[in-house]
């Protein structure tokens, strides 16, 4: 007969919740019962096997969470999120990475074959198909915080993401409204249709309504294989060019967070203080956008709300209470000590 | 019939590769001609389908990824590496999360069964298993920089990791030769019986050989389901309580750079420096410990090099050359400006 859990329980003088502490690895046990425990769980033969059942019971109820580099903080919450409301309906996740050469559509239409998949997440990066190719897809679909091309149709398809044209033009604002009127942007390389390209565009009419001139010379990025456009690197290497070339600036709005790091530690390697000599902006609100020294001004995306909200959308169309549905965040303007007024 | 990359490059008149670069988003392409390219894949409704073949070819063909938690950017370098490397074997992989409250042996077991793998890297984590549990595994395996519980017979697996005692002795009799006597851990729960009691022994080992007695009271750590062990959270936390005991300490060895990220901040919290007041240091050798200011002490764990031979020793099992093999990799000690003589 099969050991079980309650036997487990039962000979090491303990509660059921207690094996399963033990089991979990959870923190909150007493050492000596644990290691108790664990050789009951050996000498028995006793094999845990509820999340086993569950992977199982759940093969044919499966959402797709295709993410295009992991290189972002950011989405770790989003997937813990993703994971306790997965689990609440029953059904699973898996986590597909996509190539930094595919095309996550491809990839997507592939996957939606083998796996006999009810949803699919596209998290993050950018989003670029063709009409026909999203049309394509047979089941229900979601993007999450990634950017959409201004060439697809937003109306074919539901999205999840803040706006962000609106949410830079707030922080390149911020800034004016503090005394800056040499304000440099950190942006993606000008390929970026998406993301960077809204951000960028945010920057260009907060300076416009603020009745300053745009100055191409003060739009900075750098093409480069080798370093992840939105990387500490990344600002790191474009704030070094900056300084280096002597422009005319007193702050810079860095359009990632990780950036902002970057083009910090940047300043200080050239012996200049933040927010004294330039300030610094970011974008997300990441963690490290708090814990850095200076903190860090930035734009935080309600990353919990807008997971939940994803999988929301993601399950009223796969019960087919709608055909496709979208939702835009308002993200908040978080100060920090990296900026200040001049 | 259908149109080609061929036909694509012909009717714009440029090559294929630069076809290639237009659909695979490369920086490295004019934007007029990428528009002109997406217009006439449009038109002609090319399907790019490289990736799409690439993983059709290779679906029997399949190492899984088990990943606990995606909280710590140490692994992305990683995961980069496992791409490469993985590709040029022609298999293609696929990463799982395992949840939290899941066993990853259990995980694992469903998945083989289910996809047909031809390996398995379990990254990460901590390693808990039975002897039974383990030999239930059919196909070849490898641990790849997690920790192993002390209870499992490492000789039944392959493995690549640091050794973690050694490399936080290195740290702490750094610490010791500046001068201090009086360091700090922060250290993880006491119910961590693989990295945590790893780096915890080295610690003390080298407390020991420096002639200082060891003082319970400096070993600080947080018992708090909701707080990741290894975090920034988690160390700034820790620090806080410390500073507010006021326990006398000069150094402070975080057993991860996320946790002395953490931690500075909360000494600059204080109104104290890092490090005038008390040294700070770290372990992994991730980005932010260059990044941040200061600087901060680690030990650098050699990513790429891990993930190559990861890749290389499972391939070895794969293609029959040997049963297991295990390596320690030895990790540097990266001097920053966190830490100074007393």
Known sequence: METTIKDIARICGVSVSTVSRAINNHPDINMETKAL???????????PNNSARNLKRSESNTIAVLIKGITNTFYTNMLKVFENEIQKKKY????????????????????????KLKGIVFLGGYFYPSGEKLKQIKVPFILSTGGIADTVDKKSCSFVMVDDVRESYKMVDY??????????????????????KSRLEGYKEALKDNGIDFDPNLVRYKID??????????????????????????????ISDSMAVGACKAIFEAGKKVPDDYSVCG????DISFYYEPSITTIRQPVEEMAEETIRILFDMIEGRIDTESKLFPAELVVGKSTRNI
């Open 283 to 286: 974008f997300d609100g990441l």
């Open 92 to 115: 699973s996740f898996f986590l597909h990475r996509v190539e930094e050469h595919q095309n996550e559509l491809d990839v997507a239409l592939e996957l939606e074959k083998e796996k």
């Open 175 to 196: 800034l004016c409204q503090l005394g800056h009127r040499k304000i440099a942007i950190i942006s993606a390389p000008p390929d970026d249709i998406s993301i960077g």
């Open 37 to 47: 425990i664990m050789d009951a769980i050996k000498k028995y033969n006793y094999i």
């Open 225 to 254: 294989d080798g370093i992840d456009t939105f990387s500490m690197k990344y600002g790191y290497e474009v704030m070094k060019d900056l300084i280096k070339t002597g422009a005319d600036f007193t702050a810079v709005f860095a």
